[in-house]
């Protein structure tokens, strides 16, 4: 199917590009658009890893900035230096659980920080009457849908119906996102993706929590009786629908990307289980016995599912990997970086920002 080109990007702001899903596509789209800049805004909360970036940190179009995106003076220091010609927006509290602990930094964060960047958008592109050829690309969630129950999908369609402080916040930033499109004509774009896994996710989301338990023989909380149902989404099939989106989507069009891969959540951890056993030639069932059922999450979303047909028909989008595939390319990926998961089970990585940046600045680098 030949696609006409909607965007072509020259300067771009990634924000959050330190975090899961935001080095996986700096990682995809520096080394793949080498005369394409890329600049990444990350204020390297916990879940910001500048080792993610490694094999990309000398590149000379991709340059780090730390920074909030609440902070509008540096955002809009930046869109002046570095004449952006689109932005994509990663940066957010992503964890439920956290929301749940403190709804407030989400506010901060996916609400005000979101709408900062917004605004700075519109300030140097629509104000000065080049709106046309930019292109702000929202990345949001499919939890802004709430819950289904056993049958069904959400669709592009779907009125939102958010249930978690996280939701609620990811959702207002879509409000505000669509907001800005039709009030001031911000070119934005909106794709709302299922539960992504893969290589550099924190391990507090449920695949790496569950891979690293099992491979230290602690205990695997799921929560209730882990009947709960999640559509997952391999992060690299994730970035190649980011890449489609932003170069042959519509303004003021949302995608759901989603791969159809539901599974409960018990299944899921079973066969996760069995695979590290697998891997690292253990005993079968050694980990199975590690599995605890914990007290449920506050408003646990039953289910989720989404209907891809508009990215397949109208971009032509197919996921690459199978769930096995994706899980088994996971769990090798963390059993073969198991430095990467110890400097974050013990905080280290949170000084590779001083190593690189700060140290090489004092002594004279840059
Ligand atoms: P993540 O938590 O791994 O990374 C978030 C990144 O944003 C981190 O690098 C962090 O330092 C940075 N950040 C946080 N607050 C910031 C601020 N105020 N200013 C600048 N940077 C800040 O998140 P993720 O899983 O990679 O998710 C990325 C985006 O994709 C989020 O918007 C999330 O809602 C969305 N999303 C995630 C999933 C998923 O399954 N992980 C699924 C669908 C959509
Ligand atoms: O220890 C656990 N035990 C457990 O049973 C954890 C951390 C989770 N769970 C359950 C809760 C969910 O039903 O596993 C499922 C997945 O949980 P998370 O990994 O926390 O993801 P979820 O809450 O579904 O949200 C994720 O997908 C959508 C991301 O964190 C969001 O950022 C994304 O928008």
Redesign the pocket.
Known sequence: MEKPLKHTPESVLVTGGAGFIGSNYLLRMVRKYPDVRFVNLDALTYAGNLANLHEIEEASNYRFVRGDISDSNLVDSLFEQFRFTTVVHFAAE????RSIEDPLAFVRTNVTGSTTLLDVARHHWVENGNASRMRFHHIS?D?VFGSLGLDGRFSEDTPYAPRSPYAASKASSDHFARAYAETFGLPVIISNAS?NFGPFQFP???IP?VISNALDLKPI???GR?E?V?DWLYVEDHCAALDTILHFGSDLRTYLVGAGNEVP?LDLVRSLVDLVDRTLDRSEGTARKLIRFVKD?PG?DFRYALDVSRIQEELGWEPDHTLEDGLKKTVDWYLSNKGWLDSVRDDSYLHYYDRMYTDRLNSGGN
Do not use: A, C, F, I
């Open positions: 992503s964890h439920v659980d969630t939890e539960n507090e989301k449920l929590l909380p799921v929560y882990g709960n999640r959540n999450r646990h």
